[in-house]
T-cell receptor, first 116, second 115 residues
Framework: AQSVAQPEDQVKVAEGNPLTVKCTYS??????LFWYVQYPNRGLQFLLK??????LVKGSYGFEAEFNKSQTSFHLKKPSALVSDSALYFC??????????????FGTGTKLQVIP | NAGVMQNPRHLVRRRGQEARLRCSPM?????VYWYRQLPEEGLKFMVY????????ESGMPKERFSAEFPKEGPSILRIQQVVRGDSAAYFC?????????????FGQGTRLTVV
């Protein structure tokens, strides 16, 4: 069974500082990993994904994420936070060993608050 | 290419009534997923469907909830005899039929309020 954990319910950073939102996963095969962002009263927007290849993945709005297979982690990062980055962030995983089954498992979300 | 469309955006039902939530996937997408989000909580998987087939309904409550994705028309999530605890945001996502690392695209959600 696949699972994903976001150990922090909330992350607070000052505007202009680097930010990290943590995510760890568990799969039986190789993972497909995703990050989504949810602004208040909106749906989820796709940010970036890791499929294969380079461990550092760049996505929308200046975000990037680093895949670390030995630590089974896929932390979301941004060098300089903006107040407008304040939102709920979800990490998600899909196991490539799932055959034709495409169920994606989401973490519980991390609320990011960027303080002016 | 329109995104995933969900309607209604907001739905108010009295206890005991039925709620029907609709989801039209993106063009060319044949996989649909339904998730529920309770206030201040994360996403909970409910059901995964392909056209005319329920693939995984392990997240669906055993009673009162059902889902379908007919050959023609939108996917429907149906909640019978709603209770206050059903109040939540229900999100639909779709993805294309081919395997691979394709991400799912989400609709704006339907916010169900049971009064």
């Amino acid at each position: 069974a696949q699972s994903v954990a976001q150990p922090e319910d909330q992350v607070k950073v000052a505007e202009g500082n680097p930010l990290t939102v943590k995510c760890t996963y568990s799969v039986s095969g190789n993972p497909y990993l995703f990050w989504y962002v949810q602004y208040p009263n909106r749906g989820l927007q796709f940010l970036l994904k890791y499929i294969t290849g380079d461990n550092l993945v760049k996505g929308s709005y200046g975000f990037e994420a680093e895949f670390n297979k030995s630590q089974t982690s896929f932390h979301l990062k941004k060098p300089s936070a903006l107040v407008s980055d304040s939102a709920l962030y979800f990490c998600a995983v899909r196991d490539t060993d799932s055959g034709g089954y495409q169920k994606v498992t989401f973490g519980t979300g991390t609320k990011l608050q960027v303080i002016p | 290419n329109a995104g995933v469309m969900q309607n209604p955006r907001h739905l108010v039902r009295r206890r005991g009534q039925e709620a029907r939530l609709r989801c039209s996937p993106m063009k060319g997408h044949s996989h649909v997923y339904w998730y529920r989000q309770l206030p201040e909580e994360g996403l909970k998987f409910m059901v995964y469907l392909q056209k005319e087939n329920i693939i995984d309904e392990s997240g669906m409550p055993k009673e009162r909830f059902s889902a379908e994705f007919p050959k023609e028309g939108p996917s429907i999530l149906r909640i019978q005899q709603v209770v206050r605890g059903d109040s939540a945001a229900y999100f639909c996502a779709s993805s294309p039929p081919r395997l691979g690392g394709a991400e799912a695209f989400f609709g704006q959600g339907t916010r169900l309020t049971v009064v």
